[in-house]
């Protein structure tokens, strides 16, 4: 639809006006103004030296000859309000698909939810595993390549000290998940407490990496049990990250050593206290001087700038991707700034590869502070799960009272997830939002409830009339205002789309299905579609198919799963 317009209206300006100069043509604001409105007089008039009011009236009246346009009117000091034509809109969505991918033969790297694996999944793990999560589909379903990548934090000095106490507690090393994060603070205390502890888990590092096979086999056993309880998390939230996307820390620990060589080679390291560092004159700390990127420690160890470079690298040589995407909070700007600054000061990534950290704020509880338990730790994602499990039982039970008992429980828990997710996707992510059960439950705003009822509400009028949605092939007439409104906002989906792949933020597209939403409402309330004559019946019913499936294609790229019935 926009760049429908657009490209009408630059073709008026350029025949009006003798020049191309840019329509700048966006949708408008409030329905009194039209469908679409045209921003571009004022600046053009600027550039010709010409009265905006004069130019914006010449050039509307050139718009309204095109068979698109209902009306082209000057207002203000020389907008243009568009409204498209009736004929226009049901002749597009007629004969157009709902969309086109236009992204084959790009391939993306997308790297995810990357949580450690010392502790269970919380809170702070939940952003970067649903927007991530809803990045991977909406490429997807534009049809890019994508790769997943679950960068798990499986490595470290730290494990030394959880194998230790799980040998205490267990000969075998065994454990179960719900222990981990007691397993964690027992551990620190007992490190920081106990010198023989403390010796016995540096112990256990040297062993694993020097590849002692009984604590090697120790190590794998903690991370099975740890990925086990990753997967489970990622199956409750409908998460698309499988076991073969998880490619860890460990996997690149063996090529540590390359990165340091290589980066030397390069003439980029220097040695600053003993410790390797890289420094790049455009890192300047507070006091103005070049802030280090530190390597490898003096002691021999290496951090996570190390392998990330050396994760970089094996992306870029394996898969030679178009884009690398990493989706983490805010806090770790910095890190990625560096990362790829020396990445390619290293020539460790083709010129051509797009590198792109897409930072999150955090979640805050409504104290205004961050999301958390009463005494301050991060709430494990299980216990989350289950408290919205409750809460949206209960919205069940008032709203779907005819439901079988069976049915609302499997609504209740699918309506929590959808709703924990989308709450957070449709904030603009480089913000902090509030986590509010009330305000994510409820039915009525840009929320999952509302969205999943009005679909609901749209598969009913399919049931009652006892209709087979892949059988209407009726064109889709446009008459009344509502009709209008709603066909426009369909051929919204494309550029929406687009929006979202470009700036790598979905809550553009839960805009605009809740926009799309409250537009089918508004129909639904004023237009009868059933008990409308055949003719009329038809071209509607046609119209709400249209709406499903561009709805289902959102909650699919969301990952949001909707329910026929509620
Ligand atoms: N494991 C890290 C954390 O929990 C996130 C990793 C993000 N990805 C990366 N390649 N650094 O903070």
Same mark, same amino acid.
Do not use: C, M, Y
């Given at each position: 639809m926009l760049k429908n317009l657009t490209d009408t209206v630059e073709t008026a300006i350029e025949s009006k006006l003798g020049t191309s100069l840019p329509g700048i043509v966006v949708p408008s604001t409030r329905p009194e103004f039209g469908d679409y409105q045209v921003n571009g007089m004022m600046g053009a008039a600027k550039t010709l030296k010409q009265n905006p009011r004069v130019l914006a009236t010449s050039v509307a009246e050139e718009i309204s000859n095109?068979?698109?346009?209902?009306q082209a009117e000057v207002a203000g000091p020389g907008f243009i309000n568009l409204t498209v034509s009736d004929e226009f809109l049901a002749q597009s969505v007629n004969t157009r698909p709902n969309f086109t991918p236009w992204g084959e033969g790009v391939k993306i790297v997308i790297d995810y939810?990357?949580?450690?694996?010392?502790?269970?999944?919380?809170?702070?793990?939940?952003r970067s595993t649903v927007i991530g999560d809803a990045m991977v589909r909406s490429f997807e379903m534009a049809g890019y390549h994508v790769i997943r990548q679950?960068?798990?934090?499986?490595?470290?000095?730290?494990?030394g000290k959880l194998l230790a106490y799980i040998q205490e507690i267990d000969q075998t090393g065994s454990f179960q998940v719900d222990q981990l994060d007691e397993i964690n603070v027992r551990a620190t205390e007992r490190f920081n407490s106990d010198s023989a502890f403390a010796d016995r888990a540096r112990q256990i590092v040297t062993q694993l990496q020097g590849n002692d096979v009984a604590t090697q086999e120790q190590w794998r056993n903690f991370m099975k049990v740890s990925q086990d309880h990753m997967q489970e998390i990622y199956g409750a939230l409908g998460v698309?990250?499988?076991?073969?996307h998880t490619r860890g820390e460990s996997a690149y620990n063996d090529d540590l050593p390359n990165v340091i060589s290589d980066l030397e080679d390069t003439g980029l390291l220097t040695i600053s206290d003993g410790a390797k560092c890289v420094f790049l004159d455009q890192f300047k700390g507070k006091d103005g001087e070049t802030l280090p990127m530190l390597v490898?420690?003096? *002691? &021999?160890g290496y951090l996570y700038h190390t392998t990330d470079l050396a994760t970089l690298r094996y992306r870029q040589s394996s898969y030679q991707p178009d884009r690398i995407l990493y989706f983490t909070d805010a806090r770790q700007n910095l890190h990625f700034e560096m990362l790829f600054a020396v990445a390619r000061a290293a020539s460790f990534?083709?010129?051509?590869t797009q590198l792109e950290h897409h930072a999150f704020g955090k979640i805050l509880g409504k104290n205004g502070r961050?999301?958390?338990t009463r005494d301050g730790s991060n709430i494990p994602l299980v216990q989350l799960l289950s408290e919205g499990e409750r809460r949206a039982r209960a919205v069940v039970d008032e709203k779907?009272?005819?439901?079988?008992d069976q049915q609302r429980e499997i609504v209740g828990r699918l309506l929590s997830v959808n709703s924990i997710k989308y709450a957070d996707l449709s904030k603009n992510r480089v913000n902090d939002y509030v986590f509010d059960w009330d305000s994510m439950l409820?039915? *009525? &705003?840009?929320?999952a409830p509302y969205l999943l009822y009005a679909y609901a509400r749209l598969n009913s009028i399919f049931a009652r009339g006892g209709i087979?949605?892949?059988?209407l092939d009726s064109s889709v007439q446009v008459t009344e205002p509502q009709e209008h409104d709603l066909v426009m906002r369909l051929l919204r989906f494309q550029e929406t789309l687009e929006l979202v792949i470009k700036e790598a933020k979905p809550h553009f597209l839960c805009n605009y299905l809740y926009e799309l939403t409250v537009h089918f409402m508004r129909f639904y309330e004023s237009c009868p579609i059933l008990k409308a004559e055949q003719q009329v019946r038809d071209s509607r019913l046609s119209l709400c198919a249209k709406v499903a499936e561009t709805l289902e294609n959102g909650f699919e790229c969301l990952g949001i799963t909707p329910l026929q019935r509620m």
């Open positions: 095109h068979e698109s346009i209902a939810s990357s949580p450690n694996l010392a502790k269970q999944l919380h809170v702070g793990h939940l679950n960068h798990v934090g499986d490595w470290g000095t730290g494990f698309t990250l499988k076991p073969e490898q420690k003096s *002691d &021999g990534v083709n010129e051509t961050p999301f958390s779907s009272a005819d439901l079988p409820a039915l *009525d &705003g840009n929320t087979d949605r892949g059988d």
